[in-house]
């Protein structure tokens, strides 16, 4: 976020999130929190979960899938076999599902999920797989926008 306020709709959404975490009292709450965002991302169609849309560098399964409309907004789908790694995807959705993809790339997630807290507590494996799907959904915005 800029200036300490809101600027685009990622901004709002990660505050909403930021909120959230701080009024639970621990980090058990918070991965419970991360697992609940998890069990509500809608089912992602098994024909999906293909090598293609598979993220590699993460150690659990882990499948990104999406378009780009005529607006360039993007419209994303995940999933994964591990209950906090799709919570997390639910996560990086929040930010970006639905944002056009100027709006993803000048979205600063790693920040977002240091913000959170996510950066100091949680293993250096996740913390690889995240940056992974991150770095899956920016290059489709890149390639949205002509920079890919």
Not at 35 to 51: C, N, Q, S, V
Not at 106 to 129: P, V, W
């Amino acid at each position: 976020m800029k200036s300490g306020r809101l600027n685009t709709p990622a901004d709002t959404a990660l505050q909403d999130l930021v909120d959230t975490f701080e009024m639970l009292d621990d980090w058990e709450e918070r991965y419970r929190y991360l697992i609940e965002l998890g069990r509500k991302l809608p089912a992602m169609p098994d024909a999906e979960h293909t090598e293609d849309h598979k993220v590699r560098g993460c150690m659990s399964q882990v499948w990104l899938a999406g378009e780009v409309d005529a607006e360039q907004r993007l419209h994303l789908r995940g999933d994964s076999d591990a209950h906090i790694v799709k919570g997390l995807i639910a996560l990086i959705l929040a930010l970006t599902d639905g944002r056009t993809a100027r709006e993803v790339l000048d979205t600063d997630i790693k920040a977002a999920f240091a913000q959170l807290g996510l950066e100091s507590h949680l293993s250096m494996n996740r913390r690889n797989g995240f940056y992974a799907m991150v770095e899956r959904i920016r290059q489709m915005a890149a390639t949205a926008v002509g920079a890919g």
